[in-house]
């Protein structure tokens, strides 16, 4: 069984940074694909980030792209999701979460067999 714990949520002005963590235990992280997803209030879960196990391809949403960047350390077993340039639409409760699948990058949730708990991010001046 593979457990995932998010960390890093917060408080950020729009503009601001934050860095995101998701820490692995449990199996070894190489043989899965990581994606972050978010859900705001009323809204559906949307996929904001994805990374093959070896992570040499990585996907993300149109409305993140340029602003977030999704790495791991295998060794570490960790995931981060390194967002910048934030704005108020960013708002979210941010997940991570592992599929058995390492060389399929996919911001497709239904997909996900793991998920952590959640880290919350607020955007706002």
Not at 30 to 55: H, L, M
Not at 102 to 112: C, D, F, K, N, W
Request: proline share 2%.
């Amino acid at each position: 069984q593979l457990q995932l714990v998010e960390s890093g949520g917060g408080l950020v002005h729009p503009g601001g940074s934050l860095r995101l963590s998701c820490a692995a235990s449990g199996k070894t992280l190489d043989y899965y694909s990581i994606g972050w997803f978010r859900q705001a209030p009323g809204k559906e879960r949307e996929g904001v980030a994805c990374i093959t196990g070896n992570g040499r391809i990585t996907d993300y949403a149109d409305s993140v792209t340029g602003r977030f960047t999704i790495s791991r350390d295998n060794a570490k077993k960790m995931v981060y999701l390194q967002m910048n340039s934030l704005k108020t639409e960013d708002t979210a409760v941010y997940f991570c979460a592992a599929v058995d699948l390492a060389h399929v990058p996919t911001l497709r949730s239904e997909m996900y067999d793991y998920w952590g708990q959640g880290t919350q991010v607020t955007v706002s001046s």
